[in-house]
């Protein structure tokens, strides 16, 4: 017989925090949607084995592998930034830390899908801190943004290395503001570059560079928010931040050029005590996927969460939300990263000590796989972060066991798998979109696709025209631009005219 303490608060807390996840909930429905809410606990209640019934693992995490050794404290950044990323068979991992007297940024990398490891490279030598990097990488060209506090302020500084990380370029000063520059987020698309930051945590600005950062566009205000992540998919930027005890959204459909207002994906409240921070986003295609922490108090006692929402048409408008793991332990720092259809979340989990779990979608985030606890011991573990490449994920996080912290990393080699379906007969006709020739000299075809008409956009995401797809680009000036299907969400392609 079921525990009716259990029962009923089981009921109070799948009825929350459904009607807190539905902010435009119809009142006349809302008895409905309570009797239904409690039918499901009833039938959960009475099958229990349901729920801890094991389901197949699709693939195996490798062991843990420890990255930095000196004898102070090695930091990956306190935002969701990205501290981690691949390109190919190389992983780019960045950190910061004071072997040396001083907190700098220091950089490291693999060659082989993170079978093994280079040396230890020294990023900056400020006379003061420099610290919270974040890294994104463009085939072997790697970007980096921190915050420094060699001026006497805290301002954001940008360097780039063009050879896969072998070599890097000087330090770039980005801001010059009588406020704090604090927790850069930065996202990069061939030589389009794109930062977000926090001034004062309280602000957000955003600048971006269209030659590879050799030049930079004035920081822009977009208004009040802090702790920010940005993502980018094509000619689309997306980002989340939170402010007020709440998660917000804007995006841009034109490389940053202009912003949508706006928009509260979720929201707290002081009484009865909500929260909501530190979010992370990603984007695969036109579906954005965005988590972050939760916490509310019941009762005089704290609940948590990770919360978890996705919109399916490029941020316009944002499905119902589920939550990836709640309890009364401490749930923190969620990251996020998406591949087509796989969704891949870690984060910070105190349920036994402090552990990093990982939790996985296979379909685009309608149904999640089992928790899986990448991490054991009862040591602190901090700041995961995740990358994407091919069938591998990879994950690095900071690590108390060895008596100060570390960086460590480990990697699930088929984590990343996609199904493989035979292709329906009545698509056996279909052509993927392809630019035959691309470059171009004179213009360029879509074959399969002749009638189609494309949108095409410069390099800065400015529309520049409509084209079909039997003559593309004829009336063009030499440059990099994108196309896309005027009518249908697609990633763009690049093609390069020449002369």
Known sequence: MRNPKSYRFTSWLLEFTFFRLTPHRSKAKIPAYR??????????????????????????????????????????????????????????????????????????RSSDAGSTWGSDTSLTASPDTSKNPSIAVSGSTVHLVWQDHRDGNWEIYYKTSTDGGSSWGSDIRLTADTMQSRSPSLSVLDSMIQAVWST????????????????????????????????????????????????????????????????????????PFEMNNQPSVS?????????????????????????????????LSWLFGSQISSGVFSLSRPVICASDSNIHVAWCDGRSGVAIYYRRSHD???????????????????????????????????????????????????GNGVEIRDAPIANATFRPLKVIP?????????????????ALYDISGRRVGTYRGDRVGADLTPGVYFIKPEEKQSKPLRIVKLR
């Not at 019941?298 to 048409?313: E, L, P, V």
């Not at 040591?379 to 994920?393: I, R």
């Open 200 to 271: 004062d945590f309280s602000y957000l600005c955003y600048k971006r560079s269209t030659n590879s950062g050799m030049t930079w566009t004035p920081d822009t205000n977009l208004g009040r928010g802090g702790t920010p992540c940005l993502a980018l998919s094509g000619t689309s930027l997306h980002l989340m931040y939170d402010g007020g005890m709440n998660i917000y959204y804007r995006r841009s459909t034109d490389m940053g050029l202009t912003w949508s207002d706006s928009t509260i994906l979720a929201m707290g409240n002081i009484y």
């Open 283 to 315: 984007v695969t295609g036109s579906n954005v996927h965005g988590v972050w922490e939760y916490y509310w108090q019941f009762s005089s006692r704290w609940y948590c969460a990770i919360n978890y929402r996705k919109s399916a048409d490029e941020g």
């Open 364 to 414: 685009g985030g309608s149904n999640w796989e089992p928790e899986t606890r990448l991490t054991s011991g009862s040591v602190a573990y901090f700041s995961p972060f995740l990358a994407v490449q091919g069938p591998k994920v990879h994950v690095v996080w900071t690590d108390s066991r060895d008596g100060n912290f570390e960086i460590y990393y480990k990697r699930n080699f088929t």
């Open 35 to 108: 009797d239904a809410l409690r039918l499901t606990v009833f039938f959960l209640s009475l099958s229990p084995l349901l729920l801890c019934t094991p389901v197949a693992v699709h693939a195996q995490w490798e062991p843990d592998v420890r990255l930095t050794f000196d004898a102070d404290s090695s930091l990956l950044s306190n935002n969701n930034a990205r501290c981690l990323a691949a390109s190919g068979d190389t992983v780019h991992v960045v950190w910061y830390d004071r072997r040396d007297g001083n907190w700098e940024i220091y950089y490291k």
């Open 438 to 454: 691309n470059p171009f000299l004179t213009f360029a075809t879509l074959p399969g696709h002749e009638a189609v008409r494309f």
